[in-house]
């Protein structure tokens, strides 16, 4: 297991090997004695946009001039606006970038051309995957690299847990495929989780599991707002998260007739005073989704969840669970693999089982796209979550798709 240290060292090659960092901002002067000091400070937003028209085909041929962007009802100055198609790149208006700074670990160099392909950051939740389905985990990971990574991508690779994968971005698609050997699921069975060990907060083992998972995400996006005019995509592989999971197998109580087994429902009701702090489990488990997408949306990193059960049927027999709740548990954890996605502009691939075409669909989205930028005129820090949208302008029979919300991080005090 990778501690945040490692995770945060990994990403720093891909964030400044791509020679596009966040737009730095003048070193301050000082003030001369006795006058007061102001601080000012400009956000420079960057947004995907999908255009696509009625036949649901990337539209490939608009300028600055037929968008426009609000934050929050205010429209915006477009200042950089990138065209990606087809994975080659076309600077119709961007900004400058930084020079790269000195002392930084390039990834080896592609040959200088106008192509520039894509970043994918995979990250392998091991922790959130059934043992049982590593057969088809791993086939699952080589539908990505045939279908998804294709020469010229730039990804990284990082597992939470056993698969031990801590990959530095690299173009060697051959890397991927070594990796895919080594992934192995590691995820707490039902039965593990109704025998273990619970807390004031629920079930231990699941909240730590949990709390390294997001905290993996949370280290290697926060690194990624670094990277500007690029589209960022994170192939998100897990089963998804439920802090409250089988909590009336996990009190002893029977399904059918209620309380603990040879009790009765109110004498079971009695006992249930130390789980009290669990009535605040799917707020907790909100809470942290929600820090995990505004981190996304900060860096303008699109998510794609994939859970790689597939469509899922009913529990294992020797599980020996009440169906009812088992259906409840993979309805939730499915559904916080939506809002990580839905919340980011991305597609949840979950309860089916045609993976190729759901591979398919991100490879679209990742490869045409356009990247609009402006300097927010908002000058108020405390607006920290801010809305945004982006209209087309006269331009009938296509809709665009962006991100609808960015939110700031949080300054630190003056002192």
């Given at each position: 297991?990778?501690?945040?240290?490692?995770?945060?060292?990994?990403?720093?090659?891909?964030?400044?090997?791509?020679?596009?960092?966040?737009?730095?901002?003048?070193?301050?002067?000082?003030?001369?004695?006795?006058?007061?000091?102001?601080?000012?400070?400009?956000?420079?937003?960057?947004?995907?946009?999908?255009?696509?028209?009625?036949?649901?085909?990337?539209?490939?041929?608009?300028?600055?001039?037929?968008?426009?962007?609000?934050?929050?009802?205010?429209?915006?100055?477009?200042?950089?606006?990138?065209?990606?198609h087809g994975g080659r790149v076309h600077n119709l208006a961007a900004p400058a970038a930084p020079a790269v700074q000195e002392g930084i670990i390039l990834p080896p160099s592609r040959p200088k051309n106008d192509t520039a392909g894509r970043i994918f950051l995979i990250i392998v939740d091991d922790l959130h995957l059934d043992f049982r389905n590593t057969g088809r985990i791993r086939d699952l990971f080589k539908k990505i690299s045939r279908t998804l990574v294709h020469e010229g991508?730039?990804?990284?690779?990082?597992?939470?847990?056993?698969?031990?994968?801590?990959?530095?971005?690299?173009?060697?698609?051959?890397?991927?495929?070594?990796?895919?050997?080594?992934?192995?699921?590691?995820?707490l069975k039902p039965s593990d989780i109704i025998q273990g060990s619970d807390g004031a907060d629920g079930p231990s083992e699941v909240r730590y599991r949990a709390h390294v998972a997001f905290s993996t995400a949370y280290d290697m996006l926060s690194q990624m707002e670094k990277i500007n005019n690029r589209r960022k995509a994170v192939i998100w592989v897990s089963n998804g998260y439920d802090f409250n999971p089988f909590s009336e197998s996990r009190l002893g109580e029977d399904p059918v007739f209620g309380g603990r087994f040879g009790q009765t429902r109110e004498e079971g009701r009695q006992q249930q005073g130390q789980f009290s702090g669990q009535q605040f489990a799917d707020a907790d488990l909100a809470r942290e989704l929600a820090e995990v997408t505004r981190t996304a949306n900060r860096a303008n990193a699109t998510l794609y969840t994939i859970d790689p059960r597939g469509l899922?049927?009913?529990?294992?027999?020797?599980?020996?669970?009440?169906?009812?709740?088992?259906?409840?548990?993979?309805?939730?954890?499915?559904?916080?693999?939506?809002?990580?996605?839905?919340e980011t502009g991305g597609i949840?691939?979950?309860?089916?089982?045609?993976?190729?075409?759901?591979?398919?669909?991100?490879?679209?989205?990742?490869?045409?796209?356009?990247?609009?930028?402006?300097?927010?005129?908002?000058?108020?820090?405390?607006?920290?979550?801010?809305?945004?949208?982006?209209?087309l302008v006269n331009k009938p029979g296509i809709s665009v798709w962006s991100r609808t919300s960015y939110s700031l991080r949080q300054q630190p005090k003056a002192k």
């Open positions: 297991m990778k501690t945040a240290s490692h995770r945060l060292g990994l990403l720093a090659t891909l964030v400044l090997s791509t020679a596009l960092g966040a737009q730095a901002p003048a070193a301050p002067q000082p003030a001369p004695a006795g006058q007061p000091q102001f601080r000012v400070a400009i956000d420079y937003v960057t947004t995907d946009a999908i255009a696509r028209n009625g036949q649901d085909q990337f539209v490939a041929d608009l300028t600055k001039g037929d968008f426009e962007i609000y934050e929050d009802g205010v429209r915006q100055e477009i200042t950089g606006l990138t065209l990606v991508d730039m990804f990284s690779i990082v597992s939470t847990g056993p698969s031990s994968l801590a990959i530095d971005p690299t173009y060697d698609r051959k890397i991927l495929d070594e990796a895919i050997k080594k992934i192995t699921g590691s995820g899922v049927a009913g529990a294992d027999l020797d599980e020996q669970l009440d169906p009812v709740e088992y259906g409840e548990y993979v309805r939730k954890s499915q559904d916080s693999l939506r809002v990580l996605a839905e949840a691939v979950v309860n089916q089982n045609n993976f190729d075409k759901a591979l398919k669909r991100i490879d679209a989205e990742t490869s045409d796209y356009y990247v609009l930028g402006y300097s927010s005129t908002n000058p108020d820090p405390l607006k920290r979550t801010r809305k945004i949208e982006v209209k």
